[in-house]
């Protein structure tokens, strides 16, 4: 079983190690982000999906085909998918009418029997910029609220610790998702916003622990304190990140294709969001502490 | 209270929640989103126009002719309501054409006779009935029924334009253009139809009246149900096995205590379901992905209870003292932690809508049963047991005395 000893385990003290990681995840990060840009859904850049089920083998070129037919084969693309229970076409284009939608519909049941419309969703321009505001105004007022909670139950310098956290996590999250190029969609704002939260929980737990040896061993150094609760809450962030990570694992692979992207940010966000509150979190507030103390002095 | 009636207490209370969460369950069930059962979301927004403008009267207006129409068009438990100032959400399971649905919805549906110049001499809202049928050829048509005024102004047009042609429009779509051959009064046909479907759709539009103003689709998402049918069963699944790992991982590492988180952990999951019954929640998939989060935490909070209730016994405590002090310390990093999360899915749920608000409200709802259970179920189970060899050995909790870490 999982047990360390804090007086041989000295994470806080290479904590430059640990900077020097965060400092290059951040910045290779966001590079990826310039560079590869972000694969916008539907939900943000607006526009029609349509998908169908066949009962027969339907290559896109067949359907690429009717489309032709209908005039709308341009700006159409195509993709497909496999499932276990079906194999099915996805087709986005540029905006499309109402009626548009449904003569695209009737021309792909029409020429392949057996074929089924799946779903079809529409989103206007307009809603994806809201959703976008939406959330922004969402994360800034959630950041608020928790600095707030945090400073009245910590202390303030916790309170910014935990936001750089935070932070760090979801520019990771967003850099490992546009260097895949993966869809961002509704369902991945979600995972982001299920990652800080998340996050914000590793976090506090490990900062509660730190809390409680100030109180504990009142003339131990900071770092020390630091240390031993971060060793000593190992076990905890190793088996709760273990039981989280296989089931999301688990949900990856047998929970379908609609809750796949979530279940990818998630893996990536938790796993990144335990290995923050231990390796960037309270490395942080030691050498905060550090330097705080070195100007009291001076 | 002596230990054995506390106990039989604490047993009392663990069958006596199941049991509610149970019948809250089977009498109200749960309430399945359109994303898995099937069905149409759609978003309309009123555009302004020179003559109206957006109050909640015209709102109320359009609320209800798409009502009528809905009603119309045969489609069950329907839900129509507006939100914000100019929008209303249609939501339709069950729909077996949802973009033909749409589109009869959504049409501002404006008839108009016009003159050949075009200027329009007569507006639907004179029309008291429209029917579809067949004429004396056999062709669809729609036949129309005008109320006392409109059968005066439509004597006059049709003698005005007698021998000329007047058009019949739809919006902009012109129907027919038939040549006026005698003096009508009170009905006229419209045709020109492929067949009575066709005419249908149109008499009911005439006959429901026009949308006070035109309203555009801002949004509209349609599953078909074997889309939702496959979601729920893959759902349903991967939670099953994702809850079996995590289950036989408690049972690996905490051994005997790791059995009652488990346990612990199933009664959350019937708590949950029985809660999200009574509280008449619509299940969604971004809402199943809340609950996963809030049965991670669930596990989280057990973690953290037997990890202080391991370091407790190895600093050398009894198991009756180390379970009371590991609680009692795991009590506080759990609400710490867990009102972080909960401060974050309330200000998504206040300030976003549609998917990321499902998610937020069963997150919210989750982790106020995963620490309802956390603190009481958990606890009793293991106060029930503690007396029990199971929990006393060595090797509960993954305790390890050998190595002394909180001297």
């Not at chain 1, 003569?103 to 057996?114: D, I, K, P, R």
């Not at chain 1, 969609?185 to 982001?192: D, E, I, K, M, S």
């Not at chain 1, 688990?250 to 979530?262: D, K, N």
Request: no cysteine; hydrophobic share 50%; charged share 20%.
């Amino acid at each position: 079983m999982f047990n360390f000893d804090s007086s041989k385990l000295d994470l806080m003290g290479k904590r430059k190690i640990w900077f020097i990681v965060g400092g290059a995840v951040v910045i290779l990060s966001l590079l990826s982000l310039l560079v590869f840009g972000l694969n916008l859904g539907i939900d943000f850049a607006g526009g029609p999906i349509i998908e169908f089920s066949f009962a027969e083998e339907v290559t896109t070129e067949d359907v690429r085909g009717v489309l032709t037919e209908v005039g709308i084969a341009e700006d159409a693309t195509l993709q497909t998918t496999t499932e276990d229970e079906y194999q099915g076409i996805i087709i986005r284009t540029g905006e499309l009418a109402p009626d548009e939608i449904e003569q695209v519909e009737n021309a792909v049941l029409a020429e392949f029997s057996g074929a089924e419309v799946l779903r079809t969703d529409m989103v206007g321009p307009t809603i994806g910029e809201e959703l976008r505001r939406q959330a922004l105004l969402a994360l800034l007022v959630a950041g608020l609220a928790m600095v707030a909670y945090i400073s009245f139950r910590f202390e303030p310098k916790f309170a910014i610790t935990t936001l750089a956290t935070l932070s760090h996590d979801v520019i990771f999250t967003v850099g490992i998702f546009a260097l895949l190029g993966r869809e961002i969609n509704t369902a991945f704002v979600a995972a982001l916003l299920t990652i800080v939260g998340y996050s914000i929980n590793d976090t506090i737990v490990i900062f509660d622990r730190i809390r409680e040896n100030m109180k504990l061993y009142r003339k131990m150094p900071f770092i020390e304190q630091a240390n031993r609760a971060v060793v000593d809450t190992l076990p905890r962030s190793i088996n709760t990140s273990m039981t989280t990570l296989v089931a999301i694992l688990a949900i990856y692979f047998f929970g379908g294709a609609a809750i796949r992207t979530f279940m990818l940010a998630l893996f990536i966000g938790l796993a990144v969001g335990t290995y923050s509150s231990i390796f960037v979190a309270s490395p942080i507030l030691v050498s905060w502490d550090i330097r705080s103390k070195a100007k009291a002095k001076s | 209270m002596r230990y054995k009636q506390k106990r039989r207490l604490k047993i009392a209370f663990i069958v006596g929640v199941i049991a509610l969460a149970i019948f809250l369950y089977s009498f109200y069930g749960i309430n399945l989103g359109l994303d898995l059962e099937g069905g149409a979301h759609i978003v309309l927004q009123a555009q302004e126009t020179e003559g109206r403008t957006i109050d909640r009267e015209t709102m109320a207006g359009i609320v209800s002719v798409i009502e009528r129409r809905v009603n119309e068009l045969g489609l069950s438990e329907p839900v129509i309501q507006t939100e914000g100032s100019d929008r209303i959400i249609v939501e339709l399971p069950a729909v077996d054409n949802p973009s033909e649905a749409i589109q009869t919805i959504g049409r501002t549906a404006m008839l108009t006779i016009r003159n050949p110049e075009g200027e329009v001499l007569l507006t639907g809202d004179r029309i008291t009935d429209a029917r579809a049928s067949y004429d004396e050829h056999g062709r669809a048509v729609v036949s129309f029924q005008l109320d006392r005024e409109g059968s005066r102004e439509f004597e006059e047009i049709t003698r005005m334009y007698m021998g000329q042609r007047i058009g019949i429009y739809l919006d902009d779509e012109q129907l027919t253009n038939p040549t006026v051959q005698s003096v009508i009064r009170d009905q006229g046909q419209i045709t020109g139809y492929a067949n009575v479907r066709e005419a249908e759709e149109h008499a009911i539009l005439i006959r429901e009246g026009a949308l006070p103003v035109p309203v555009e689709v801002m949004e509209s998402r349609t599953v078909g149900p074997t889309l939702g049918a496959i979601a729920i069963q893959q759902s349903i699944r991967a939670g099953l096995i994702g809850l079996a790992l995590v289950a036989l991982y408690m049972i690996f590492y905490y051994k005997f205590p790791g059995i009652l988180a488990a346990s612990s952990l199933i009664i959350y999951g019937i708590v949950m379901m029985g809660t999200l019954a009574g509280l008449q929640a619509v299940l969604t998939l971004p809402g199943i992905a809340g609950i996963i989060l809030s049965i991670g935490m669930a596990v989280d909070a057990n973690i953290i209870i037997f990890e202080r209730i391991k370091d407790e016994r190895n600093s050398g405590k009894s198991i009756r003292a180390a379970i009371d002090a590991g609680f009692k310390r795991a009590y506080i990093t759990i609400v710490d932690a867990n009102v972080t999360t909960l401060i974050t899915a309330s200000i998504l749920a206040y300030f976003t809508t549609g998917a990321v608000r499902g998610f937020a409200v069963t997150l919210i709802i989750g982790i106020l049963v995963s620490m309802f259970t956390a603190f009481l179920i958990t606890r009793s189970l293991i106060d029930v047991f503690s007396q029990s060899s199971m929990i006393q050995t060595e090797q509960s909790f993954g305790a390890n005395r050998g190595v002394q870490q909180n001297v």
